[in-house]
């Protein structure tokens, strides 16, 4: 391999890149470039920075191909993900929506109740813990439904209820053993 050698706007581009970034990845290649080019072998190289010597040859060869954009890493392989902006959509339509709006006896979204509701809408089913991660991207948090019937219940019939009740109780308590 040649020697590398940077001019000063090549040098001054891969510096700026090194300090303005926040990727750890892409400052390790560029410094990797411009050690390189100050006369650095790849094994001391790969030494210092604590990576191996194929690293090096890949940073070198990125930067070789596609310059200093060619240091950023571009988006991982994969395959793309089930929860394409349409099923996102309707993810944000029925959480914002309350169940009962939709004809569901319910009030209160479960992960398994929203997950059945979007199968149903969009053919799209997920696990209980993706579709968690996917509502965590989407900004929304969720916990487990805390069940009660206060402010469905009628107060007056309540009250009424919990005062008679207090009075059975009193009355069961001062009953003596002999009396029972």
């Given at each position: 391999?040649?020697?590398?050698?940077?001019?000063?706007?090549?040098?001054?581009?891969?510096?700026?890149?090194?300090?303005?970034?926040?990727?750890?990845?892409?400052?390790?290649?560029?410094?990797?470039?411009?050690?390189?080019?100050?006369?650095?072998?790849?094994?001391?190289?790969?030494?210092?920075?604590?990576?191996?010597?194929?690293?090096?040859?890949?940073?070198?060869?990125?930067?070789?191909?596609?310059?200093?954009?060619?240091?950023?890493?571009?988006k991982p392989p994969g395959r793309?993900?089930?929860?394409?902006?349409?099923?996102?959509?309707?993810?944000?339509?029925?959480?914002?929506?309350?169940?009962?709006e939709l004809g569901y006896g319910?009030?209160?979204?479960?992960?398994?109740?929203?997950?059945?509701?979007?199968?149903?809408?969009?053919?799209?089913?997920?696990?209980?813990?993706?579709?968690?991660?996917?509502?965590?991207?989407?900004?929304?948090?969720?916990?487990?439904?805390?069940?009660?019937?206060?402010?469905?219940?009628?107060?007056?019939?309540?009250?009424?209820?919990?005062?008679?009740l207090r009075a059975l109780k009193?009355?069961?308590?001062?009953?003596?053993?002999?009396?029972?």
């Amino acid at each position: 391999m040649a020697a590398w050698s940077l001019s000063d706007k090549e040098w001054d581009a891969l510096d700026r890149l090194r300090f303005t970034t926040t990727d750890a990845v892409v400052f390790r290649n560029a410094t990797i470039i411009l050690v390189s080019a100050a006369g650095r072998s790849k094994a001391s190289i790969a030494s210092d920075l604590g990576c191996s010597i194929g690293t090096v040859d890949l940073a070198r060869k990125h930067y070789r191909e596609g310059g200093p954009q060619g240091l950023i890493p571009g988006k991982p392989p994969g395959r793309a993900s089930r929860a394409t902006p349409a099923y996102r959509a309707a993810l944000r339509i029925a959480v914002e929506t309350p169940p009962q709006e939709l004809g569901y006896g319910f009030s209160v979204w479960s992960l398994a109740r929203l997950n059945a509701h979007l199968l149903k809408r969009t053919g799209i089913t997920f696990s209980e813990d993706q579709l968690g991660r996917i509502m965590k991207q989407e900004g929304f948090s969720f916990q487990r439904p805390k069940h009660t019937m206060k402010g469905k219940r009628d107060e007056a019939a309540f009250q009424r209820a919990a005062v008679k009740l207090r009075a059975l109780k009193k009355k069961r308590s001062t009953m003596t053993p002999s009396s029972r």
